[in-house]
Structures are given as C-alpha cells and as structure tokens.
C-alpha cells in the first residue's frame, strides 16, 4: 500500500460523496491503482444502503469487476495519445507539405 485516502463528514453519505469526489481527482502515474474498483464499491446502491459485510466483494463480483473498453474505444484512445505526443506532432510538424503529400515514401 502506497497511501490511504481519508475522509471525514457529518454522515455517512457525505464521507460517501467526499471519497468519492477525491477518488476521481487522484493521480497517481506510474503505479497501477484500485481507485475504478473502489468507486464501484462506493456507488453500489447495496453499499451506500449500508447493507454490507465481509461478504460484500464476493456477492457483487460481477457488479465490480472492471469493464474493458471496446476495441473502438480502445483505438481512439490510442490514436489520441500517439498524435498527442510532442515527438509525433514536431515530426508532422517538420515535414514539409510536399513530403506530406505523398504520405511516408521517400527515396
């Protein structure tokens, strides 16, 4: 464990709402994180209903295991960061019109 998020309110469904509100502004890069898991937990009607135990993970596997995206999503996601890369854009920008014209070939 690397840290802890702690939050403190009057009632219950409000430490929901503020570990909620900092859980979706948490970043942290390089190291992979349960913080989409945990959000889960955080909106399942049955926990913000405070009907849980220690039970609760493995009665609502299904509802809180990770949703992959789709392959579209997934390419568009990746296009965006590759022509998002400052070394991709200097390399287009670099290029001249002609060159760019007739796509990668060169002689």
């Given at each position: 464990m690397l840290g802890k998020i702690i939050v403190h309110a009057p009632t219950r469904n409000e430490?929901?709402?503020?570990?909620?509100?900092?859980?979706?502004?948490?970043?942290?890069?390089?190291?992979?994180?349960?913080?989409?898991?945990?959000?889960k937990v955080l909106n399942h009607p049955s926990f913000q209903a405070g009907k849980y135990d220690t039970g609760f993970t493995d009665e609502y596997t299904e509802d809180l295991l990770q949703e992959l995206p789709s392959q579209e999503k997934l390419q568009t996601i990746l296009a965006t960061a590759y022509l998002?890369?400052?070394?991709?854009?200097?390399?287009?920008?670099?290029t001249p019109a002609l060159y760019g014209a007739i796509g990668d070939w060169r002689n």
């Open positions: 430490a929901i709402l503020k570990a909620t509100e900092q859980l979706r502004e948490f970043v942290l890069l390089g190291v992979k994180t349960n913080s989409d898991y945990l959000l998002s890369d400052r070394t991709t854009r200097l390399l287009q920008e670099a």
